[in-house]
């Protein structure tokens, strides 16, 4: 499958929306150590340790906030990889 390591996940998020935090963990329950930069409609993850190919991980999004009406929140994921630059 994966051939590239992720170093980057970038969770745009959408309006009405906010977030205070991210987390992940590892398929074990384990916390991976990120750094997480939250603006109004985007959360950038960088990983202080690249994530190997085809390692499972699970997003955690904290202290979640909405404008109160009632909506299917769609989530568009993307990341960086080692090695690729587009």
Same mark, same amino acid.
């Given at each position: 499958?994966?051939?590239?390591?992720?170093?980057? =996940?970038?969770?745009? =998020?959408?309006?009405?929306? $906010?977030?205070?935090?991210?987390?992940?963990?590892?398929?074990n329950? $384990?916390?991976?150590? $990120?750094?997480?930069?939250?603006t109004?409609n985007?959360?950038?993850?960088?990983?202080?340790?690249? *994530?190997?190919?085809?390692?499972? *991980?699970?997003?955690?999004?904290?202290?979640?906030? $909405?404008?109160g009406?009632?909506h299917?929140?769609?989530?568009?994921l993307?990341g960086?990889?080692?090695? *690729?630059?587009?």
């Open positions: 499958m994966g051939k590239f390591a992720l170093e980057k =996940l970038i969770i745009q =998020l959408p309006n009405g929306l $906010t977030i205070n935090n991210v987390e992940i963990q590892d398929k329950g $384990t916390k991976i150590n $990120t750094q997480a930069n939250i109004e985007k959360a950038v993850v960088n990983f202080a340790d690249a *994530i190997k190919p085809n390692t499972r *991980i699970y997003v955690s999004l904290r202290g979640v906030q $909405t404008n009406k009632p299917t929140w769609q989530y568009r993307s960086n990889f080692v090695g *690729i630059d587009q």
